[in-house]
């Protein structure tokens, strides 16, 4: 939408295609309905949220970046806020009004559209696109073709991966497609009490042989069968790339990531004595919510009904194991179809950064999820999208 927008403002006659009956329904879903939109970072640490890619998107932000993108929106009537983490999303906290601005734009630009159709080839002749074959057979003839078609996950949105398969029929290079910021599954057993309880203010460390990962401080969510939460979700692409080479990878859990190990002993020792009569169940109360007490009770192999003052050194130090390791074995991660974006896509290699068009095909160009390119949550993966589209607009109106 954002590329039919920007070719069409500078003057071409465009047409849309969209699979579905309208567009944009992955964006309704997006920031649970909110559309986290964009995030106000600074250049250089918006690209580094791109998973080691984020030198391609460079020309792209530097034609459209998020103070243009949130202009854009503002200068068309959304108020937006940041919020946390510099996330921006609209005032009305509803994404419909994000997708409101960009249909009336289109519908203002006079672009065409094509609804219910699916594109399923590339029309091209002597390495140049002419336009594109549905589905049902027909074809629309065009002198540029954008392709924007999303990644592979969420597929009742659209985004089902066909056109990825679409750039790889017509000679592209497709880096192999697989879940990213998706949620992470453990050994069977490990969480099924603490479905749906929160940690806030701990550290993860994931290990494998060979390899580790540390996070910052922040937030995870236990669900039926794993780990999900902003830190996991961060790290999950890397832990989905590591499991293709090793069974299980370790997730390290710090409880306690603000005290040190002698300091989460000392803290002991004194609850210990303060509560001495108390179970060791009551005692722990104030260090860990009551869930998670009971599976470290189960994990040290304590008896339940212990009391503080038959806590010995030895079972005090496998405590103080559990507040600043508790472990964790990961053994792989929710389907594509549930990770909030796709990674691989059509190769970088393949695509111009400086204008979004093929290398291979002239009047070819893509924008969006479909690029081998992928970021953690925070607005980021649609700034790329919306950059990498009005680049794509700009490109290939430019060059008519
Ligand atoms: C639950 C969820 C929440 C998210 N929240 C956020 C968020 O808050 N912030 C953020 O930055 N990112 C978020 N994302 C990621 C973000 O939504 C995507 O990265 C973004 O929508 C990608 O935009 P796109 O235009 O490339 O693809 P899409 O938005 O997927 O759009 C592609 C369109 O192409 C159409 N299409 C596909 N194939 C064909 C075909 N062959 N012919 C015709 N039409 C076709 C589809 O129907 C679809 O409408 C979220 C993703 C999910 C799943």
């Known amino acids: 939408m954002m590329a ?177 910021l998706v ?46 939460g902003p830190l996991v979700l961060t790290c999950s692409g890397v832990i989905v790339d590591w499991l293709r080479q090793v069974k299980e990878v370790v997730l390290h859990i710090d409880l306690k990531p603000g005290l040190s190990t002698e300091q989460v002993d000392s803290r002991l020792q004194r609850d210990f004595r303060t509560f001495a009569r108390k179970s060791l169940k009551n005692a722990l109360k104030e260090l860990l919510p009551q869930r998670l007490i009971e599976v470290c009770i189960r994990v040290c192999a304590f008896d339940a009904r212990v009391q503080c003052n038959q806590v010995t050194a030895a079972m005090r130090q496998k405590m103080v194991s559990f507040l600043k390791d508790f472990q964790l074995t990961v053994t792989g991660s929710l389907p594509l179809e549930e990770a909030m974006v796709t990674r691989g896509g059509v190769s970088l290699k393949e695509i111009d950064p400086r204008t979004m068009e093929s290398r291979l095909i002239k009047g070819l160009y893509f924008a969006g999820e479909m690029i081998d390119i992928d970021a953690d949550t925070g607005g980021f993966n649609l700034q790329a999208a919306f950059s990498t589209g009005y680049l794509a607009g700009e490109s290939a109106a430019r060059s008519a």
């Open 183 to 228: 949620p992470l599954v453990v050994k069977a057993g490990q969480v099924a009490t603490l479905e749906g309880l929160t940690l806030h203010n701990i550290r993860l460390r994931w290990s494998c042989p060979g390899k580790h990962l540390d996070t910052e401080i922040g937030e995870l969510l236990f669900t039926a069968n794993g780990v999900s």
């Open 4 to 180: 039919a927008v920007r070719a069409a403002g500078l003057g071409q006659q465009v047409a849309l295609i969209e699979k579905n009956a309208s567009g944009g329904k992955k964006l309704l879903l997006s920031g649970k309905g909110r559309c986290n939109l964009t995030n106000a970072a600074g250049l250089e640490e918006m690209l580094e949220r791109f998973s080691g890619h984020g030198a391609f998107l460079r020309d792209a932000f530097k034609t459209f970046d998020n103070r243009a993108l949130m202009s854009f929106f503002r200068e068309r009537g959304l108020p937006l806020k940041v919020e946390r983490q510099q996330r921006v999303f609209p005032e009305s906290d509803r994404s419909s009004s994000v997708l409101d601005v960009l249909k009336k734009e289109l519908g203002r630009l006079k672009v065409e559209k094509f609804f219910n159709k699916t594109a399923r080839s590339l029309l091209a002749h002597n390495g140049q696109a002419r336009g594109v074959e549905f589905t049902d057979g027909s074809r629309l003839k065009a002198d540029k073709v954008i392709l924007a078609t999303g990644g592979a996950s969420y597929a009742f949105t659209g985004s089902d991966g066909s056109g990825i398969a679409l750039a790889g029929k017509c000679g592209h290079t497709i880096v192999d497609i697989r879940p990213g």
